[in-house]
């Protein structure tokens, strides 16, 4: 089997994973679980990277690269456990994101601090606050 036979996730679907953990992100730091927050940043630090590693040919993957300052301030307000750091770096993050789409050309696609926790499957408390 040839490399260029596999799978790849496409532009949108990589774009869907950023939205999925964008909205878990905000749903952890408002619970303060630290903990989730870290893994959900890493989740789109690492959706990011895989953008840069397989959209090359996508004229919007040249344009990922404003992300990276905003997540780097959202990491920074997890490790601090500083809530309103978080809150003032996530808004940044969601202007980016806005920013970025208007830039590509996508700007119909605009994105939200999220007011409706949409995975009732997962609880976004740390163990340690139940």
Known sequence: MKLS????????EFMMYVQWHH???????????WKLADFEVHEIMETVD????????RSEAK????????LDSINM??????????????????????LCHKAAKYGFTVIK???????????????GQK
């Open 50 to 57: 895989n953008i840069r590693k397989f959209e090359t040919e």
């Open 77 to 98: 307000s997890i490790q601090q456990k500083d809530l309103l750091f978080f809150r003032k770096s996530y808004t940044s993050l969601t202007y980016t994101c806005n």
């Open 23 to 33: 909205a878990k992100l905000w749903f952890a730091g408002q619970n303060e679980n």
């Open 63 to 70: 344009l990922i690269g404003w992300i990276s300052p905003v």
């Open 113 to 127: 601090i999220p007011d409706t926790q949409i995975f009732s499957n997962q609880d976004f408390k740390s163990a």
């Open 5 to 12: 036979d596999t799978y790849k996730p496409g532009f949108g």
